[in-house]
């Protein structure tokens, strides 16, 4: 088993900045993948972005590329997601997730374990 837990969701203006953290514990940090989905209001769940379980290749979604990074620090068995030029439509409850999977995964299904969401609220 894998226990995650988000933390620095907030409330912030357009163009603001945010950092997100998700804290692992359980098994070895460095033997997944980890992934940052968001599911905003009357919204499906969508795929964020994923780095790879050593940290050097990653991966975001259109939406956000250019002003979201994804990083992880094994020692500390942490995955961030740095959010620059925040935009109302980043509005949306933050996930981080755990993948057994090797490469990028991008998939729900490729995820085993789930932290519980923190809320990224940006107004305009």
């Known amino acids: 088993q894998v226990q995650l837990v988000e933390s620095g969701g907030g409330v912030v203006q357009a163009g603001d900045s945010l950092r997100l953290s998700c804290a692992a514990s359980?098994?070895?940090?460095?033997?997944?993948?980890m992934g940052w989905f968001r599911q905003g209001p009357g919204k499906e769940r969508q795929f964020v972005a994923v780095?790879?379980?050593?940290?050097?290749?990653?991966y975001h979604t259109d939406p956000v590329k250019g002003r979201f990074t994804i990083s992880r620090e094994n020692a500390k068995n942490t995955v961030y997601l740095q959010m620059n030029s925040l935009k109302p439509e980043d509005t949306a409850v933050y996930y981080c997730?755990?993948?057994?999977?090797?490469?990028?995964?991008?998939?729900?299904?490729?995820?085993?374990?789930w932290g519980r969401g923190t809320q990224v609220t940006v107004s305009s």
């Open positions: 780095i790879t379980r050593s940290g050097k290749n990653t």
């Open positions: 997730a755990a993948s057994n999977s090797l490469g990028l995964p991008s998939a729900q299904m490729d995820y085993d374990y």
């Open positions: 359980g098994r070895t940090f460095s033997d997944y993948a």
